[in-house]
C-alpha cells in the first residue's frame, strides 16, 4: 500500500506582515503534518515580519508584489498555481480570496477555499455578487466565528454545509502566564510595582480607542498605572490626537508595531478591547492565553470567547462609563485578576490551541480533497 498524495496547499493572503490572519497562517503551518501537507505561504503584494518568519520555521513564501493590479496577480497565481501543482488554494479575505478562485479556476485546481474572517457593516453591491456567483466554484468557506459564518451565509447566499467555523488557535507555548510579572515588567523596562493596563490592536477608531482614553482620562489622577497602547494603523494620527484631545499625551504611551508581543503581554495586568467591529480577535485570545484579566465589548464576535464574569469581564459597546468601572473593578481587586487571567488561560488551553485550529482545517483539507478525488 503506497503512502497518501502530500497535498500541495497554496495560502494566498494580502500580505506577511503584522497581523492577525498572517500570524494564523504561521500557526497553521506550523501545526500541519508535513508527511502529508506542503504548505506554501503566496503574498500578493508584500512580505514582512511573519513572511520572514515562515520562512525561518522551513516553509516556502512567494511574493508576487503586485498592489491593485488584478489581472496581472490573478495571471500570475493561476502560473503559479500551474508551475507548482497545486491541489488546494485557501485564501484570506476578499480580494486575496476572489482574485486566488479566479485563478484556480483558470489553472483547474481541484479545491478551492475562501476564508472569512470579518464582519462588514453594510453590503457592497459588487463584492455580493461576484461571491454569488463564485460560490458554485468554491468547496468551502471557513468562518473564524459564528457571528462571521452567520454573516456570509445570509449575504453571500452560500450553502451552509459549505461553511465550517474553524477558530484560530493561539501557541499556547509562545503566549503563557509569566513566573513572576514583576521580573516580565522589569525585563521591558517598566516599574515592576506599578499596574500595567493597555491595548494590543491596529490603530483604527473601530477598535474603541475613544472609550478606552475616557477610561483613562476618569482612571488616571486615582490610580498610579502604566497605560499602553501597542500596533499601528492608517489612522495613528486620529488616535493620537484623540488622546491628545483628554490630555493624555503624556500618560498614554504609544509603542508602534512590536513583534515581542509574548514578552509585552506578559507584562499587562489588563488587557482592554472595547471594539465596535470585529470579527474574532486573535489579540483576544492572546491576551487570554497569556493569563491577562480581560475587558471586552458586547461584540457577538468577543462573545464567542469571554464569559462575563468567568474569563473575563464584558461591557457594552461605546459605554465609556461602564469600561471605567470594570477596569477599576479589577485595578483595585488583584485576586479578581489572577482569577480571571487563570480561567482565561485554561478557556484557551481547551478551545482554541493551534493543535485544535490545524487539526480542523487539516481535517477539511483532507475531506474534500477525497470528495475530489472520488468523483473525479
Aim: aromatic share 8%; charged share 25%; net charge positive.
Amino acid at each position: 500500500m503506497t503512502d497518501p498524495k502530500q497535498l500541495k496547499i497554496l495560502r494566498v493572503v494580502i500580505g506577511l506582515n503584522q497581523g492577525g490572519v498572517q500570524q494564523a497562517v504561521l500557526n497553521l503551518f506550523k501545526g500541519l503534518d508535513k508527511r502529508r501537507f506542503e504548505p506554501i505561504a503566496c503574498a500578493i503584494e508584500n512580505t514582512g515580519a511573519i513572511g520572514k518568519e515562515i520562512e525561518a520555521a522551513g516553509f516556502e513564501v512567494i511574493t508576487l508584489g503586485y498592489k491593485r493590479q488584478p489581472w496581472r496577480t490573478i495571471f500570475a497565481l493561476a502560473k503559479l498555481m500551474r508551475d507548482r501543482k497545486i491541489d488546494i488554494v485557501h485564501a484570506s479575505s476578499y480580494h486575496p480570496s476572489l482574485y486566488a478562485r479566479v485563478a484556480g479556476l483558470l489553472a483547474s485546481v481541484p479545491v478551492l477555499i475562501s476564508h472569512e474572517h470579518t464582519v462588514f457593516d453594510r453590503k457592497r453591491q459588487q463584492r455580493t455578487l461576484l461571491n454569488r456567483f463564485l460560490s458554485r466554484f468554491t468547496d468551502a468557506y471557513v468562518a473564524v466565528g459564528r457571528t462571521v459564518a452567520e454573516q456570509v451565509t445570509v449575504w453571500y447566499r452560500y450553502q451552509p454545509n459549505k461553511v465550517q467555523v474553524i477558530y484560530n488557535g493561539v501557541d499556547t507555548l509562545r503566549f503563557h502566564p509569566p513566573a513572576n510579572k514583576a521580573e516580565a515588567k522589569r525585563r521591558l523596562g517598566f516599574d515592576p510595582n506599578r499596574p500595567v493596563v493597555g491595548m494590543i490592536s491596529r490603530l483604527d477608531p473601530l477598535k474603541g480607542y475613544d472609550s478606552f482614553f475616557d477610561a483613562v482620562r476618569h482612571l488616571q489622577p486615582h490610580f498610579d498605572v502604566q497605560w499602553l497602547v501597542v500596533g499601528m494603523g492608517r489612522d495613528e494620527q486620529e488616535i493620537r490626537q484623540e488622546a491628545a484631545e483628554r490630555g493624555l499625551e503624556n500618560t498614554v504611551q504609544f509603542l508602534g508595531m512590536r513583534r515581542d508581543v509574548p514578552e509585552l503581554l506578559a507584562a499587562f495586568d489588563i488587557y482592554v478591547l472595547p471594539t465596535l467591529k470585529e470579527g474574532l480577535s486573535n489579540s483576544i485570545l492572546e491576551a487570554m492565553a497569556a493569563g491577562c484579566a480581560v475587558v471586552v465589548s458586547d461584540y457577538p464576535g468577543n462573545l464567542e470567547v469571554v464569559s462575563d464574569g468567568v474569563n473575563g469581564l464584558v461591557v457594552p459597546m461605546r459605554d465609556a462609563v461602564t469600561l471605567t468601572q470594570r477596569i477599576k473593578a479589577l485595578l483595585e481587586d488583584a485576586e479578581l485578576r489572577e482569577r480571571l487571567g487563570a480561567a482565561a488561560r485554561r478557556h484557551i488551553e481547551e478551545n482554541f490551541s493551534v493543535e485544535s485550529n490545524a487539526e480542523k482545517t487539516a481535517a477539511l483539507y483532507e475531506r474534500l480533497w477525497n470528495m475530489k478525488k472520488g468523483a473525479s
